[in-house]
């Protein structure tokens, strides 16, 4: 026989049926007569019983074993759900009902058709509490004609809300989930009198009381008054494994099922009135009103302030009454002590009281505690304990075991609470990760104080430091201190990250090409190889311009060439026949800069960098010969421009204007003329070829040699007029498209990386001086007293 | 991969012992044992100074028939073999084991086995269970009919040591 998969409440109905049916207690197999009867109340035309219980095997075997009669159950239902009775169709059938039985042999049965119905629609049960063993079942079975007449209305009651109990594990859980069936199946059989005998539990359990302590005497004895009350709270007691519901389900599975019991033709209305006043019927763990009444009467007695606390000494002596082994009565206060400290408030003790009339009534304790029974899951649903309220408000922050138990599975699986944390924690990561999305929208938010993009885009920044760092290497070999870009490259904001991923992939698709961005970095770079350097330097400078841009950098000084933003190459023609008119035209062509510069980045970039990198090098001075014969070309700021325009008619122009008017301002703003030289040197030796790169290294070497100069700080202060030139740049890009503001934010970020690099390479500057400057007053102090001399 | 977790009363005798191999439970038993002369050791010599956060040795382990019974005065260097207890014989099933124990302030005592077959665990991570362990038992003492001294039988005391042993190992 093929094997079966059971939804939960399937499994636990049939484990039902098959305890009903399994009047030997062999709890394996069940008896033939009674599967047949129980065949018969299906209502299904005999020929179909008969081929149903060919098909699942018991024809063959001649008796019904449990997955006998489960497939044959199964089989039941796909029959009256009026589809081919088929060996596949067992498993294929989805959202079967469940099978109905006829009342006709036992009411209790056909309420459990009618539960289970309910049952389905109500969804997937969570955690299952192991059901009250099987031993319990004779005692029951026996009390239970004593106790019959006794206690006839709560008997439906149990056997309707046992059905509803089916908790359950998913079927990949089959073995936990057969462990529990069995229990539940016997806790099934144990429910139709169990609530009966609860009364004779109670009685038996009064008496023994009544001799030792008077408290206890009175205490236990008032059980005897509410018999009924008792029954049913045995009664929530049988359901265990619907503690795993969730409050919200005691409201409306009470309407269902109330209203699908009033279907069944029984003795229900008036259970089902009582049902509905227990609110608690899906809860088997719930406490009732009338218990929790009686609770609270129990704890005044200990502790007359209801919100204070009983001691876990008179908890002791209270609990040890009950004449439950002290491991059992351990368990439990395990269970009920939320906060663990060894006393117990109105809830925790409502809840402890609970469990011990469960354990009396032979139903196994929970190995978490049911959440009905957690203190605020009580306040919430006992509107009556309003003293309960600022003390069970502390309980809102229970513990971690509370979560534990809250999870659905509280009995058998210990790792559902970590799924679920652990789902929170998913949750938390994906909410946070969507909320960074708005960050890839490129919009002009350009500086999002958003810190969960840190999560989403740290990835992409990295991206670019591997290159950045493979030239940060090299520029520290050349002797520079060039790591502090990289890390505000890491450091960056999102925006950076967005930015460095346009960098990248402009680097990956120019390789050689530097764009306006490394033109712009050149100033702060160093001597790396154009290629190295362009990649690196358009990070970087991406990097520092957006955060320039999102900083608050000072005012950049006028630009005179904002014509100079980056812009289209159209632009920049524009620009440079508009250059004398002025910024604002600039600004306009700028706006629109595309966005990928990269690509861009011509060789005149990339020399461009080179040398900006020299500049922002040390000394300059052994360059200065290689300097000076550029130095005609200085002040050809016109040519800078065209040169740069010319070179970028392929090119969407935002480098260049972005490194043009990076260059004109810090060649405004720095009166030495090195600099200046170095800014005509580069433009030069950008309209030169690819061959400028490879010197450039080695006059990065060669500066890098000397010593920390004037030089550095010219180069530095260009770097900086540079980026602050970078910036009035933004305001125009704002408002305009994308790109515009891409490419801004591209400059800002260059900017950023150009500053960050000459603030370390000036405080480096500074230690040299201040070492040589002891180092001169130690020679100082020595030679004095050879002056006296 | 706490293979084995015991915690040891004031006297000396534990009040519970786990391991997850349980067909050694006898042999950690006994490095649990001499384990307990080290702390003692350790208690001692720190004098006023109790309720170490963790006590941190290795122990080097052989699973074996004889083993020396250390006198308790014995000072034991940290970070060396220290326990080169058993002397294997017949089978050579060299394995280390690191042992590390805790104290507190009720001078109960906490060991920890570990398998060093595997990655051997940082010391945070032996803090941290050790620290789980402490609240545990907390938890248990808390429980007013837990008799100090009865054998530990908490389930959640149980489930936590669990979770320790597999998730080490």
Redesign the interface.
């Known amino acids: 026989m093929e094997s079966l998969t059971l939804t939960d409440v399937e499994q636990k109905y049939y484990s039902d049926l098959f305890v009903y049916c399994d009047t030997d207690n062999t709890k394996k197999v069940a008896s033939n007569g009674k599967v047949l009867d129980l065949f018969r109340a299906a209502q299904l035309p005999s020929e179909v019983v008969l081929q149903i219980t060919e098909l699942c095997g018991a024809t063959r075997l001649g008796h019904f074993g449990r997955s006998q009669f489960y497939i044959a159950l199964k089989l039941i239902a796909v029959a009256q759900s009026g589809l081919p009775l088929r060996v596949e169709s067992l498993n294929s059938v989805k959202d079967l009902p469940l099978p109905r039985f006829v009342v006709a042999k036992n009411e209790q049965e056909a309420r459990h058709t009618a539960m289970y119905p309910d049952l389905e629609n109500q969804g997937p049960y969570q955690g299952v509490i192991p059901r009250p063993p099987g031993r319990g079942q004779v005692k029951k079975v026996s009390a239970h004609e004593v106790i019959q007449p006794c206690v006839p209305t709560v008997e439906p009651q149990p056997d309707t809300t046992s059905p509803v109990v089916s908790p359950h594990q998913s079927p990949p859980t089959s073995p936990h989930a057969w462990r529990k069936h069995k229990r539940q199946a016997s806790g099934g059989n144990v429910e139709r009198p169990a609530v009966v005998v609860a009364g004779a539990v109670w009685t038996p359990f009064r008496e023994a009381q009544s001799g030792p302590v008077v408290v206890g005497d009175g205490m236990w004895s008032a059980h005897s008054p509410p018999p009924v009350q008792e029954s049913w709270v045995s009664l929530k007691d049988t359901y265990p494994p619907s503690s795993s519901k969730m409050p919200p389900m005691h409201l409306s599975p009470v309407q269902v099922e109330n209203s699908s019991i009033r279907t069944v033709a029984s003795v229900t209305t008036a259970n089902e009135i009582q049902r509905q006043s227990s609110s608690s019927y899906d809860d088997p763990w719930k406490i009732t009103d009338e218990q929790r009444q009686y609770y609270i009467n129990q704890f005044k007695t200990i502790q007359p302030d209801l919100n204070g606390f009983i001691p876990g000494s008179a908890a002791k002596e209270f609990f040890t009454k009950s004449k439950l082994p002290i491991l059992e009565l351990s368990h439990i206060w395990e269970l009920s002590d939320f906060d663990k400290d060894g006393a117990l408030t109105l809830d925790e003790f409502c809840a402890a009281f609970h469990l011990v009339v469960a354990r009396k009534n032979g139903y196994d304790l929970p190995e978490k505690l049911p959440e009905s029974l957690m203190p605020k899951l009580i306040d919430l649903d006992d509107s009556a304990e309003v003293p309960d309220q600022a003390p069970d408000v502390g309980y809102s922050g229970s513990p971690v075991e509370v979560t534990p138990n809250k999870s659905p599975m509280p009995s058998l699986n210990q790792t559902w609470p970590d799924l679920n944390q652990g789902n929170e924690q998913w949750e938390t990561f994906s909410e946070r990760s969507s909320s960074s999305q708005t960050l890839t929208q490129f919009d002009s938010n350009i500086a999002p104080a958003d810190p969960d993009t840190a999560i989403v885009h740290p990835v992409p920044i990295r991206m670019t430091p591997s290159k950045i760092h493979m030239q940060e290497m090299e520029l520290k070999r050349t002797g520079s201190d060039h790591t502090h870009p990289t890390s505000p490259l890491m450091a960056k904001p999102p925006e950076l990250s967005e930015e460095t991923k346009l960098a990248t992939s402009m680097k990956f698709v120019t390789a050689n090409s530097g764009d306006g961005y490394s033109s712009s970095d050149s100033y702060t770079s160093d001597q790396d190889p154009i290629t190295s350097v362009v990649t690196r330097q358009s990070s970087l400078a991406v990097l520092s311009g957006l955060s320039k841009g999102g900083g608050c950098p000072p005012p950049p000084p006028p630009r005179p060439n904002a014509s100079h933003s980056r812009s289209s190459s159209l632009d920049m023609n524009r620009n440079f026949a508009a250059h004398p008119a002025g910024p604002q035209q600039s600004g306009v062509v700028a706006c629109p800069p595309a966005i990928p510069p990269r690509p861009l980045p011509t060789q005149t970039s990339g020399p461009h960098s080179g040398h900006r990198s020299d500049e922002g090098l040390a000394a300059h001075s052994t360059t200065s010969p290689q300097q000076i014969p550029e130095q005609p070309n200085f002040a050809d700021f016109s040519q800078f421009q065209a040169f740069a325009a010319s070179d970028q008619p392929s090119d969407n122009g935002e480098k260049h204007p972005e490194s043009l008017p990076v260059r004109a301002g810090p060649l405004r703003t720095v009166k030495i003329d090195n600099q200046e030289e170095r800014a005509a040197a580069t433009v030069n030796s950008a309209k030169g070829s690819i061959m400028a790169p490879p010197p450039k290294p080695v006059r990065r070497r060669l500066k890098s040699e000397d010593e920390l100069q004037d030089e550095t700080l010219p180069p530095k202060s260009n770097v900086i007029a540079t980026v602050l030139a970078t910036l009035p740049s933004i305001p125009r890009s704002v408002g305009k498209d994308k790109k515009a503001i891409q490419a801004s934010i591209r400059r800002n970020k260059e900017t950023n990386t150009v500053l960050a690099r000459l603030n370390s390479e000036l405080q480096q500057q500074l230690k040299d001086l201040l070492e040589e400057r002891i180092s001169l007053e130690v020679q100082l102090e020595q030679l004095r007293p050879f002056s006296h001399l | 991969m706490a293979v084995c977790i015991a915690v040891i009363a004031k006297e000396n005798y534990p009040l519970y012992i786990r391991s997850v191999p349980v067909q050694n439970e006898l042999k950690f038993h006994y490095t649990v044992h001499t384990s307990l002369d080290v702390v003692e050791e350790k208690i001692s010599a720190v004098g006023k100074a109790m309720a170490d956060q963790r006590e941190l040795y290795l122990g080097l382990l052989y699973p074996t028939e004889d083993y020396k019974v250390y006198p308790s005065h014995m000072i034991i260097v940290y970070y060396t073999p220290v326990c080169i207890f058993f002397l294997l014989i017949e089978n050579i099933l060299l394995y280390r084991h690191t042992r590390y124990g805790y104290v507190t302030n009720s001078k109960v005592k906490f060991v920890i086995v570990v398998d060093s077959s595997n990655t051997s665990l940082r010391d945070n991570e032996i803090r941290s269970m050790f620290r789980k362990l402490h609240n545990s038992f ?2 248990v003492m ?5 008799n100090p001294g009865d054998t530990i ?4 005391f149980d ?1 936590m040591v ?2 320790m042993m597999v998730q080490a190992s």
Do not use: E, G, I, M
Request: glycine share 0%.
């Open positions: 907390t938890d808390c429980n007013p009919f837990y039988q908490s389930k959640a489930s669990s979770a």
